[in-house]
């Protein structure tokens, strides 16, 4: 081809190029392109072939910019992430280097958010190793292979009071006696003869018990010696609850009152009236929410019969009110017993299991947000309640339930136990990873109840043999 014909060549050329791009539609175009393939030869075609895998086949995780690429991966689910490995070595690398996709696919999974938070900023951690960790402690919980149990002996007479802190199980028994267990090691570290128990709660240095003799006593845990008794309560005291910070006992009673003592010298502040049942379950908390009643931080006590659940003002403790009253939906039938144990409250929201399902109140409104609805409520207890798990007592099963779909996460067979219609001799542990699973494994008790020989069965989270991990 001499220098003239190039020159044609590139006239018809351009020529060709422009009516292409500016006087033909999508089909006109497709048509052209078929003429032309038609066309070619052996040499064309190859060309065409090897331009096109370059065009139509890039790899734009490789051509875009690091945090862009990090940034589209971060949208990615976890399986997805894991077939993408799979494409060739810069993208396994790729993947495998993009913290933020795995922290994300840990939160979709149920990482707790205060979790999230503080472990986001860490550096040096491997987020798909600790993705594959938390995965397998969430199929565990499913197939049920999550907890494993242990029976503690030692009471003579059936125990009526569970209490559960850091780690230690305080159990009051019918025989006089309260003991305080190691609930890791299920050693019994501390025996007190105290009186009939019907509730109990402890710290590290007193024990306080409600008793069916109508009275109250605090007990010292190093000495054994009765420190304090309350005394004016008419019928069996069913609950307490107390605050160190406020210097403040309160107790429910079969009486239908509810009293607060001050704790150090067991003085009678003031008796609540307005229950017209025994009052089973007392709650001692502070508010986590601003509203027209309480202010974050204040103190509030919850008081619950079995058909209301009353809440109370305790600014002036001589003088507190009754602001709410909490009851069963009005336009749902339910059976003569509304409110079942336990009642639950976290500073925002009031939760509670009743003949209808599983209520929980909005704190701030003290509106009604939400029912979970379950297929026999006549016998449920509400362990605890999250935003990720809502953890149920359910016959002869222990029931993990996502709080959002109410589909049952796990469940474990509890042997036969004795049932106690207030609920006081059944104990869940810590409920923190009912908000969400956290990053490192979960310890000590799961839950804990009373079996007919007077025994104690203790459910507790199941720790990997030292140098094992299950896979």
Known sequence: MNKMDCDKFNVWRDQLVKTFESDLDDEQRCGTLDHLIAACGAKQLGHLATKLEGLVKRDFLHLLPAELGNYLLAWLDAETLCRCCLVN?????????????????????????????????????????????????????????????????????????????????????????????????????????????????????????????????????????????????????????????????????????????????????????????WVTQVILREACVESDTFTSGEPVLLTMDKAEIKVWSLKHSAESQCVKTLTSPSNMAVHSQTFLPRLQFDGTHVSCASDVGILVWNFQTFELRKLIPYTDSSNLILLGLGSAFTFVLDHQYLRLLNTHTHETVSSWRLPAYRRSKRGSNFVAGAVRWLNGLGLDAEVGLVFATSMSDHSLHVVRWRQPAAGKQDR
């Open 89 to 277: 070595r810069h993208w396994n690398k790729m993947v495998n280097g993009c913290a933020a996709a795995w922290q994300n696919a840990c939160c979709r999974l149920g990482l707790n958010p205060a979790e999230r938070e503080q472990r986001f900023d860490q550096n040096g951690v491997d987020w798909k190793v600790t993705y594959r960790d938390f995965a397998l402690r969430l199929r565990q919980l499913r197939e049920g292979c999550a907890f494993d149990s242990v029976t503690l002996q030692g009471h003579s007479a059936r125990v009526y009071a569970l209490h559960y802190r850091d780690g230690k199980l305080a159990s009051g028994s019918d025989d006089l006696t309260a003991r305080l267990w190691d609930v890791t090691t299920g050693q019994c570290l501390k025996v007190l003869q105290t009186h009939t128990c019907a509730d109990i709660k402890f710290d590290d240095n007193k024990l306080i018990t409600a008793s069916f003799d109508n009275t109250i006593a605090c007990w010292d845990w190093d000495t054994g010696t009765r420190l304090q008794r309350f005394s004016g309560h008419c019928g069996a005291v069913f609950s307490i609850d107390y605050s160190d910070r406020l210097d403040l006992l309160v107790s429910g009673s079969a009486d239908t009152t509810v009293k607060l003592w001050c704790l150090s010298d067991g003085a009678l502040l003031n008796t609540l009236q307005g229950h017209s049942e």
